[in-house]
């Protein structure tokens, strides 16, 4: 069985593509090179080297190979981007994807499973947590906007042609390969600035809430939903809610820090708290997270002492 992986060099979808390798897949990989790595890439995976909006290069691909699945993953993938420059994320994250769906109708692609956001699709007036499926997304971000966006051609493209596909929202995910650089997530930006010695930033009071979700859990949903969830929007997130104060402390205390954090001005438009419910992602696909904060916090640190050497 082939499957394509979009963003296949990145942070997530190297992960996809090494657990899809494990199980027997033969996996091409399509990534711009803009933020994935050559180094990212799985050796017995085909990269090339393209963007999604190619049609060209995209269409030749899908009639080469013959695709069984499609895990779509490139993306523009910073919110804080995509509030700068809206024309260039829908661009990518709507335009791209479609790019994508248009030829999977058209090979017969028999599942497209596709990266979308738990963190920010659900906006910030819900009181629901952990939020459910069933909380009707209110995005606040160009970025939410965009993937909530794709999810709906979905949901017209398996009524119109009967391409299935699954959603999957995650939580915030972390973990070995996550740049620290640029347009980061906290655990990537906090590790490097401890093992480098340098000052760690929390942003306002620290109190703000999130679900940070291990990418080999995120990596083992992706392959489930191979079998499973079909046409289903589907939360991947650990219910668990930890403090940017506490992702300190367990931080501080796993890389041996000795600084104290440095107090700065609230990050504009930070929602307060984010937590999923993955009870839809237990009965749908059997999903649970199986890497707990701590334990996590500790692998991703390794990986950093590994791999970035100050
Ligand atoms: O140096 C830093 C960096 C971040 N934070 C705080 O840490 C929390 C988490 O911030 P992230 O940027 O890691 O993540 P967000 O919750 O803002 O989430 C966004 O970034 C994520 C990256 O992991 C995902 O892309 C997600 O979909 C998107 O909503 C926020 O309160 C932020 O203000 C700090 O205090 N200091």
């Not at 899908?62 to 024309?87: C, G, M, R, T």
């Not at 969830?229 to 931080?251: A, P, R």
């Amino acid at each position: 069985m082939k499957a394509l992986v979009t963003g296949g060099a990145g942070f997530i979808g190297s992960h996809v593509v090494d657990k899809l390798i494990e199980n027997g897949y033969e996996v091409v990989v399509v990534d711009n090179l803009s933020r994935g790595k050559k180094e990212n890439v799985n050796k017995d995976a085909t990269l090339v080297v393209a963007d999604i909006r190619d049609e060209k290069t995209i269409e030749e691909l899908f009639k080469e190979h013959n695709f069984s699945y499609v895990f779509h993953l490139a993306a523009q993938a910073s919110v804080s981007v995509s509030v700068k420059d809206p024309v260039e994320d829908a661009n990518v994250n709507i335009i791209g994807s479609l790019v994508l769906l248009k030829n999977s109708i058209k090979y017969g692609v028999k599942k497209f499973i596709f990266s979308s956001t738990g963190g920010a699709i659900y906006g910030d007036d819900v009181d629901i947590f952990p939020t459910p499926e069933s909380v009707f997304p209110k995005p606040i971000s160009p970025y939410g906007i965009a993937k909530f966006s794709f999810e709906n051609y979905l949901r017209f493209a398996k009524k119109e042609f009967g391409l299935n596909y699954t959603v999957l929202r995650y939580a915030n995910v972390y973990g070995p390969r996550q740049d620290p650089f640029g347009e980061a997530g906290v655990v990537a930006i906090f590790t490097m600035r401890m093992l480098n010695g340098e000052d760690v930033i929390i942003n306002g009071d620290g109190e703000y809430i999130r679900d940070y979700v291990y990418v080999e859990d995120v990596a083992d949903a992706n392959l489930r939903a191979l079998k499973a969830g079909d046409g289903m929007e589907i939360n991947i997130g650990t219910s668990q809610g930890t403090s940017v104060n506490q992702l300190f402390d367990y931080l501080k205390k796993i890389t041996g820090y000795t600084k104290d954090p440095v107090y700065g001005p609230p990050r504009k438009g930070d929602i307060r708290k984010s937590l999923l419910c993955y009870t839809r992602a237990l009965e749908e696909l059997r999903w649970k997270p199986k890497v707990d904060i701590e334990k996590g916090l500790r692998l991703t640190v390794e990986w950093f002492k590994r791999n970035f050497k100050a």
